[in-house]
Every structure is written in C-alpha cells, then in structure tokens.
C-alpha cells in the first residue's frame, strides 16, 4: 500500500519531470546565446531536483516496505506488542541502536558517533549552491555564475584539486549509498570524522548456564576483539571529452551519478569481495570465522535449493540472527530463475530462500578458483546490518588536462577514502564453487 507521503512524493516527480521537458523544448528552439546559458542552469536544477526526489522516494518506499513487513509479521493483540514475535535483523539492530543520532557509539570524548542503517542519510538536506557534478563541470568549462566561482574558490586545495565542501560531499555520498548492493542489504555507514575509528566486535559469545543453591556459577567471559576502520585511498580516473561537457545541458548530472555508481561498485567489490591486498579493504569472504559450504571438491552447477539451505544453517548453527540478503553475481542469479522442477515447471524456492533480498552485482567474480574450476562464482548470504562501512566525508577531485589530450579527452581523478570491517563473522555464510 502507498502511504500519503509516497503518493505526494510521486506527484511532485511527475511536475519535475515536465518541468524539465518543457526546459529541453525550449533549448531545441532558443537562438540567444545569453538565455542558453541560462536554460542550461535551469535545466542542470531540474535534473538535482529529479536526483533528490529520486532519492527520497526510495526512502520512502523502504519505511513503507518495512511497515508493511512488520505489520504482516505481528498479529494483532488489542494494539499492543505481539510478545515472542520475533524480529528480522534490521528491526532488532533498530531497537537495539535506536536510530543514527543515537547509536550507543561515542567517542573518546564521549562525543556520539553517528551510524547510519539504509533508509537513513547522511546529509540533511540538499545542498544549497553548486552540487558535485556543477563543480566539476566548472573546473573543465570555466564558472558559468558566481556560486559556481565562490564553490571553486572556497574548495580549490592548495595542490590544485577541488575539496569537495561538507555538506556537498554528505549529499554525493548519499548518492553513492543509494548504488550500492552492500547497503541495500543492510550494511551500516559509520561517518568518519578522523583518519581511524576503533570498534568493537563480538569474537565469542559468554557462558549462561542454570544452577543449584550454593552450586558453582557457570563462568565463561565474552571475548571482545578491537578493530580499527582506517580510511583508505579510493581512487579512480574518468575519462570523457571536453566538447561533452561543453555542449550538453546535463553533463554536471551525468558526471555525479557516473562517479557515484563507478566508486559505489568498487565499495561493494571491496566490501564483500575485497583481499585486503594492496592497502585495500578485507571483504567479508576473506575474513576469518565466517561460515563457508561448497559446492563441490571442483564446483557443481545449482539444480535445487539444498546448498542454499545448508549455507543458511551455518549461520544459525551460531545463533545468528537471519540473513538480511543474498548477493550474487547476474549471471549466478540467471541460474537460480533458469532452474526447473521434475515437471519441467519454474522451481519454487523454499520460504528462506523466496523471501531473502536477492541483491547482483558484476563486483562479485565468476573466476573463482574452486578445486580444477577457475570460472566458480559464491552467493554471500549474510545479516549485513553487522557489516560496517566508514566512510570519511572529504572527496578531492583532480582534473588532469594533459594525460589523454592526445586523444582529445579531459580526466578526473577522484579520491575518497573508505573502510570495511565485520561486527559479527559468524553472522555471514557463503556458498563456493557454483560453476555454469
């Protein structure tokens, strides 16, 4: 069911959509130069205005989704609590944390810590002025209007790249959240305000046992591990020519959701998939406790859900709390929706397997090395609200004019600095060696 909010939220995309149609009819007829410039700004406004509805109408269906499931989930006792229901992950970690401003994290001085789940954001509203992509494209083209050069002049590093301002850098970020399969699973964004943050994980549960009178109390301490998410150095190069950028209306917009899915894919690999070579991030099918089921000794094709089942079982094997999601690469997924019964008829998933998430992503490799396979993939089963993202809220970006010049191209090198780590390990389990 739509709420209110969605329905209004859907409506005001329908005017901006028009809104910008009506912008792009008009540039097709224009000839004066002065009011080009000025329906180009107006355009480039229409299109952060789609991005920010987009943004908040996925918001919404998300709180309208988890409504619903818990409405389903619960039966009806007089308006109160139904007492024993159980939680999904995500509701547990909610009650548990009590949103982002008030996550039990504090500081060495005692200063809270902000995490954020999936629904939330880090921005709080949109940036007033000049967004990511209008900068960018002001680096390459020149200032089109004062807030476009009072963005420069306040962002310009003393090495020549373009600090992104705060709150600017808090929006894109949230764009970036938005690409990623990682978080739409469940994984928690962690703001970081320094180079390194100090968490603490659960290594192995305390002993709780029954006794008699004046009989020896069960003793058995938890084991608490100390991490560190050391922001590290992501980077990457755009290429695209200086005519695109010049000549098209909406080149600020397509810079900025280019760079977010490119940077949001690459958090994902590193994420779930990542070595740790390299001074990049260790994933979560490299770390040490998660729970693992193979295929096979040299991999095995999928032909029904018993490896899925049993990969799900490990992780309640350890009392952990339901998977959130499944990530997969597309062409594992192809597998699963090409698998049919003994009748020749479309299988039909186990309730465990129909109703997880099932999240793709073409981070996740299919040349993985299982015994004699070198083309296995693995599907990442796995309560994700116990993974932690950190994110540092400075990005720098570069434009290198000379470095592909000979190919009439123009480059920006973007740099942000990020960092995984498991809450949890036993709270992921994965599937290996699922070959074509």
């Known amino acids: 069911m739509k709420t209110a909010k969605l329905i209004e939220l859907e409506r005001d995309r329908l005017g901006l959509i028009a809104e910008a149609r009506s912008i792009l009819?008009?540039?097709?007829?224009?000839?004066?130069?002065?009011?080009?410039?000025?329906?180009?700004?107006?355009?480039?406004?229409?299109?952060?205005?789609?991005?920010?509805?987009?943004?908040?109408?996925?918001?919404?269906?998300?709180?309208?989704?988890?409504?619903?499931?818990?409405?389903?989930?619960?039966?009806?006792?007089?308006?109160?609590?139904?007492?024993?229901?159980?939680?999904?992950?995500?509701?547990?970690?909610?009650?548990?944390?009590?949103g982002s401003d008030r996550s039990g994290w504090a500081d060495d001085k005692?200063?809270?810590?902000?995490?954020?789940?999936?629904?939330?954001?880090?921005?709080?509203?949109?940036?007033?002025?000049?967004?990511?992509?209008?900068?960018?494209?002001?680096?390459?083209?020149?200032?089109?209007?004062?807030?476009?050069?009072?963005?420069?002049?306040?962002?310009?590093?003393?090495?020549?790249?373009?600090?992104?301002?705060?709150?600017v850098a808090s929006w894109f970020i949230d764009k970036l959240r938005?690409?990623?399969?990682?978080?739409?699973?469940?994984?928690?964004?962690?703001?970081?305000?320094?180079?390194?943050?100090?968490?603490?994980?659960?290594?192995?549960?305390?002993?709780?046992?029954?006794?008699a009178e004046n009989a020896t109390i069960a003793s058995g301490d938890p084991t608490f591990e100390r991490v560190l998410l050391t922001a590290k150095s992501l980077a990457g190069i755009v290429k695209l020519s200086r005519e695109l950028v010049m000549d098209t209306v909406n080149a600020g917009a397509m810079i900025e959701q280019a760079l977010a899915k490119a940077m949001a894919l690459e958090i994902d690999r590193a994420a779930i998939f990542g070595d740790g070579t390299s001074d990049s991030p260790t994933g979560v099918i490299n770390t040490s406790g998660i729970n693992e089921v193979a295929m096979a000794t040299n991999g095995f094709a999928?032909?029904?859900?018993?490896?899925?089942?049993?990969?799900?079982?490990?992780?309640?094997?350890?009392?952990?709390?339901?998977?959130?999601?499944?990530?997969?690469?597309?062409?594992?997924?192809?597998?699963?929706?090409?698998?049919?019964?003994?009748?020749?008829?479309?299988?039909?998933?186990?309730?465990?397997?129909?109703?997880?998430?099932?999240?793709v992503t073409t981070a996740a490799p299919i040349t993985e090395t299982q015994g004699s396979a070198s083309n296995a993939s693995s599907i990442v089963f796995g309560d994700y609200t116990q993974l932690f993202i950190g994110m540092r809220e400075d990005i720098n970006v570069r434009v290198l004019n000379e470095l592909y010049a000979a190919n009439g191209q123009i480059a920006l090198l973007v740099h942000?600095?990020?960092?995984?780590?498991?809450?949890?390990?036993?709270?992921?389990?994965?599937?290996?060696?699922?070959?074509?």
């Open 25 to 98: 009819d008009e540039i097709k007829t224009n000839t004066d130069a002065k009011r080009d410039t000025e329906l180009g700004r107006k355009h480039d406004a229409s299109i952060a205005a789609l991005d920010a509805n987009s943004l908040d109408i996925d918001e919404a269906i998300m709180l309208a989704d988890d409504d619903a499931d818990r409405a389903n989930q619960r039966p009806n006792m007089g308006g109160g609590e139904a007492h024993g229901q159980a939680l999904s992950a995500s509701e547990e970690f909610a009650r548990a944390w009590g």
């Open 110 to 167: 005692g200063q809270p810590v902000r995490v954020l789940r999936n629904t939330e954001r880090l921005s709080r509203a949109q940036p007033e002025g000049v967004a990511l992509g209008d900068a960018v494209r002001a680096m390459i083209t020149g200032p089109r209007n004062d807030a476009e050069r009072r963005a420069l002049s306040e962002g310009t590093s003393s090495a020549g790249g373009y600090t992104v301002p705060t709150p």
């Open 178 to 211: 938005a690409n990623s399969v990682a978080i739409k699973a469940g994984a928690m964004t962690v703001p970081m305000t320094s180079e390194t943050l100090a968490v603490a994980r659960l290594a192995t549960d305390p002993t709780i046992g029954w006794r």
């Open 302 to 359: 999928l032909s029904n859900a018993d490896k899925l089942l049993d990969t799900i079982y490990e992780m309640a094997l350890d009392n952990s709390a339901l998977p959130t999601a499944m990530i997969m690469h597309p062409r594992t997924e192809l597998a699963m929706d090409k698998l049919k019964d003994g009748e020749g008829m479309p299988m039909v998933w186990p309730d465990k397997i129909a109703k997880l998430p099932r999240l």
């Open 416 to 436: 942000a600095r990020v960092d995984m780590q498991l809450a949890h390990a036993p709270s992921f389990s994965r599937l290996k060696g699922i070959i074509p």
